[in-house]
């Protein structure tokens, strides 16, 4: 009896090199290092390579969990566990990315030539539909590394269309012609990091990090309160007209806190975005606020908290409420004096849908916020400032960032 395709001893070291592959592209891709978001784009090409179904199911597989490699140590040193809990989480989050590419793949066939065109177009399709399927809910809740982030490298000040060639050059990976797909996106890669500069600071705005570790958020007192309105302080220029506190900076978000921070920015001529928590009766929201000397008030309200740890659903499923709410498609943007911003908090920077759906509504600046404390020993929070500094840098548009170590 002849050998089953995948059986050859070729197929098996294809199918092996496809795997390898798969795990370096998302380690790489996936570095923090926003100039190698592009190798990312190699894995359209190595899932339409795959001989069967099966070997799509590992080299997703090798892809994803390669990309989100810091989540197990991540979630240890949150819940101060063994590694086992993340271990357990890291794979149940890579379920949906291999599930929908492995569900999507199509067999190659010996087609004549119309036959491969039409091939070609079907499976360029079916990866496309993959691309939408990660970066829209239900899936795109967990839809990190996608491929789609490198367009801000490889198309910087395109916009839109930067987004088109991207998704037009992912298609092309799929097909026969990837190998001078390949060859025309690493021109534009090649280009791109020969001319790159840093994203522009919107004038006027600062972003302040601070390494206070796990205590922030957690320390309410009065006395952590006056240490971050000295550090606002102290770090606001003379031009300067907002300063952006990390996530979670100001705690729980009370009538007390808001005329505390009113009294002590009362003669300065600056507004403070900073994290904080609004309590609700069915659990809380995570939020910006902006606070000046004239006002206060809740600025945004997160669309997908991080699942598990903030985001628990099955909570008010069961009527016992509590855990951070999601406001999935709401408040895309806000508005901070005349200017409209595109506000992302932590988990947000690694999906696509909230930043996209923010750039609808042509924002003025970036505010990407995040409290990473429990990210030490991972490149996590590296890899978020290099996703929202690619799609700064895609649509032209200022960033200030400011994160908790």
């Known amino acids: 009896m002849p050998d089953r395709p995948g059986d050859r001893p070729w197929d098996r070291w294809r199918s092996a090199v496809l795997v390898a592959a798969s795990v370096a592209c998302g380690a790489i891709g996936w570095s923090g290092h926003v100039l190698l978001l592009p190798v990312a784009i190699l894995f359209p090409a190595l899932w339409a390579m795959a001989p069967s179904r099966l070997i799509v199911a590992f080299v997703s597989a090798g892809y994803f969990l390669a990309a989100s490699r810091g989540l197990p140590q991540g979630v240890t040193n ?53 691309l939408a399927l990660m970066g829209l809910p239900p899936f795109g809740i967990t839809g990190w590394a996608s491929p789609l982030t490198a367009a801000g490298v490889l198309f910087p000040e395109w916009g839109w269309w930067g987004l088109a060639a991207t998704v037009a050059g992912l298609a092309m990976m799929t097909s026969r012609g990837r190998l001078a ?47 971050l309105i000295t550090t606002v302080l102290r770090n606001a220029h003379r031009d300067d007209r907002v300063i952006v506190l990390p996530e979670s900076a100001l705690g729980f978000w009370t009538p007390t806190v808001e005329r505390l921070w009113r009294e002590a920015l009362r003669g300065h001529d600056i507004a403070v975005i900073a994290g904080a928590a609004v309590i609700e009766r069915q659990g809380y929201d995570n939020v910006m606020v902006a606070v000046s000397a004239d006002e206060a008030r809740i600025l945004y309200r997160e669309r997908m908290p991080v699942p598990g740890s903030m985001w628990q659903p099955w909570l008010s499923w069961t009527g016992q409420g509590g855990g951070a709410r999601a406001h999935v498609f709401g408040n895309p943007v806000a508005g901070i004096g005349e200017e409209r911003i595109a506000p992302l908090i932590c988990y947000e ?12 509504y042509s924002p003025a600046v970036v505010v990407a ?31 200030v960032m400011a994160f908790n170590t």
């Open 78 to 130: 949150f819940y101060a566990a063994d590694l086992w809990p993340g271990l357990l989480l890291w794979l149940v989050a890579s379920t949906s990315f291999v599930t929908v590419h492995t569900a999507l793949w199509t067999q190659r066939r010996r087609e004549d030539a119309s036959g491969r065109q039409a091939a070609d177009a079907a499976r360029a399709a079916r990866y496309l539909l993959a």
């Open 369 to 399: 916020t995040g409290n990473g404390w429990w990210t030490k020993g991972t490149a996590i929070v590296s890899i978020q400032k290099a996703s929202v500094i690619a799609w700064a840098k895609l649509f032209d548009i200022p960033v």
């Open 349 to 360: 920077q690694l999906l696509l849908w909230p930043v996209l759906q923010s750039m609808l």
């Open 181 to 227: 797909a390949a060859l025309v996106l690493g021109g534009f890669w090649a280009w791109s990091a020969a001319t790159w500069t840093a994203p522009r600071l919107p004038e006027g705005w600062r972003g302040v990090d601070l390494e206070l570790g796990e205590t922030l958020g957690r320390d309410t007192s009065f006395a952590r309160h006056r240490v």
